[in-house]
């Protein structure tokens, strides 16, 4: 069984764009000290938990979600079981210019988790889940999304954040963590009350509202890579309840109208609301809408006849379906008839199925012309464009409150585009196009998690008037750049 995005896009219209969370973690370089590390020391500290190109495994271990980025091929990869595993890594490697970089999920768009030439710090073993008795969950920074839902049920309680079953928490959190339950709770980072960072120079810190304040700061929606290598969360999480899944399509032709209105009906919805409304590109394109409530069938029904009615049209389908939490999640992940352990299913050689995609972001502040969204999918048979609400809970905090900006926005959008290495290059023009389209519109910000490398002002789009004081932070903590990437905040 394969699970992948388009999966997941097209289960209600409500799948997990929103969340395939670029792992996100870095891959920079320290002033090189002369000759390459001492691979050799390195595998006998880490117990023989190290792969270079030649070992057995190392094929498959170096090779991150999206399968255009495979010809990367990082020098090393280490399996790292503990914090001490990366302050062996960080001792013995830094200042050889090489690139090291973190590996939480593995999602990162443009695969900077497995940096060309450099070492990768394999994360995957770290996925333990603990519930404490008052709520709090610690979390190891590899462990996926499906495998924290499911714990979390076990206790009865509930942490906001993507759908994608195999994404890893840590990347997901680091550069926000937009989900569907994000208008009640709020972001996934908005959760953290702790983490447990391995900095460049190898010490282990607590980065806490009372303990490293800034780096704290930073973490809560600064971008994977950036600041250290975090190896555990302390989130807090909330009771359980059950929930509500819905999907609406409407038939061609509608979605200049549907997307009008359905910015409109989520801008004025009650917290408890959470949708998204996603556009597939086609002549003419169509429109679908899904998303999880916080409630009753009955209540969600009310709200949904007036979104319908702002639309002028009906659907061709509505499915409005009660969910357990746990339900909720696998139905979101485009896995409802599957157990935890096929939500993410190993394939052959031991690692997650994969996908290969195109992908670009932007994020509304506002409502924008529906019929000049519509105009930009016009024709682009196989590109999605998923509009994912924000507001609610996510509007409580100022933009300055964590490194996460784009609190007073409307929506985060994502185009998306599947495709082959022979296609990448028309299906990147298309999606730039998109996305460039949206912001002659006025959605000139960006989502970090899903990172762009032609995104124009990148450093501006992601991190609006943050980015002065996150760069402020990675001269502090990571003063040589050793975890310094194309895209990183040091080169913004």
């Given amino acids: 069984m394969r699970i992948d995005r388009r999966r997941f896009l097209t289960v209600l219209g409500a799948g997990g764009a929103a969340v395939l969370a670029g792992a996100g973690t870095g891959a920079g370089r320290a002033a090189a000290a002369g000759g390459p590390p001492d691979w050799q020391a390195l595998r006998e500290r880490l117990a023989g938990r190290l792969l270079l190109a030649g070992d057995p495994g190392y ?137 447990q960072v391995v900095t460049a120079d190898s010490r282990v810190l ?32 909330e009771p359980a309840p059950d929930l509500t899944v819905f999907s609406l399509r409407f038939p061609a032709g509608a979605a200049p109208a549907v997307i009008g209105a359905w910015q409109e009906w989520i801008a004025d919805a009650p917290f408890e609301l959470w949708s998204n409304c996603v556009v597939s590109g086609g002549t003419p394109p169509t429109a679908r809408v899904g998303g999880c409530y916080v409630g009753p069938p009955n209540a969600l029904d009310q709200m949904l006849d007036r979104l319908v009615a702002a639309a002028g049209t009906g659907p061709t389908s509505r499915s409005v379906q009660p969910k357990s939490y746990l339900d909720a999640m696998k139905y979101m992940a485009g896995c409802a008839n599957d157990t935890v352990a096929q939500c993410h299913p190993v394939s052959e050689g031991g690692r997650l199925p994969r996908s290969s995609f195109v992908a670009a972001s932007r994020v509304l502040g506002s409502a924008l012309d529906g019929g000049g969204v519509a105009d930009l999918m016009a024709g682009h048979s196989g590109i999605d464009l998923l509009l994912d609400s924000l507001g609610g809970e996510v509007a409580r905090l100022a933009p300055d409150a964590t490194a996460f900006p784009h609190r007073c926005a409307l929506a985060s959008a994502q185009v998306y585009a599947s495709t082959t290495p022979a296609g990448r290059a028309g299906a990147t023009a298309a999606v730039n196009a998109i996305r460039d389209g949206l912001a002659a519109l006025g959605a000139t910000g960006a989502y970090v998690n899903y990172i762009d490398a032609t995104l124009p002002d990148w450093g501006t789009a992601y991190y609006g008037d943050n980015l002065a004081r996150l760069q402020g932070v990675s001269r502090q903590y990571d003063p040589d750049q050793v975890f310094a990437f194309p895209q990183s905040v040091s080169r913004a």
């Fill in 59 to 195: 094929g498959v271990e170096r090779l991150g979600y999206n399968e255009l980025n495979d010809g990367q091929f990082p020098t090393a990869v280490a399996r790292c079981t503990s914090p001490a595993d990366v302050q062996a890594c960080l001792e013995v490697a830094r200042g050889h210019g090489v690139p090291i970089a973190a590996r939480s999920g593995g999602h990162s768009y443009l695969g900077y988790s497995v940096p060309e030439g450099g070492l990768v710090l394999d994360l995957r073993e770290l996925a333990q889940v603990r519930v404490g008795p008052d709520g709090a969950v610690e979390v190891g920074a590899g462990a996926r999304l499906i495998e924290v839902y499911a714990a979390l049920a076990r206790a009865g309680r509930l942490l906001p954040a993507g759908s994608c079953p195999s994404v890893g928490v840590g990347g997901l959190t680091l550069g926000g963590g937009i989900g569907v339950l994000t208008r009640k709770y709020g972001l996934t980072c908005d959760r953290l009350l702790s983490a």
């Fill in 206 to 237: 607590t980065a806490a509202p009372d303990s490293e304040p800034d780096l704290y700061w930073a973490l809560r929606g600064g971008g994977g890579g950036n600041f250290g290598v975090v190896t555990r969360f302390t989130f807090s999480t």
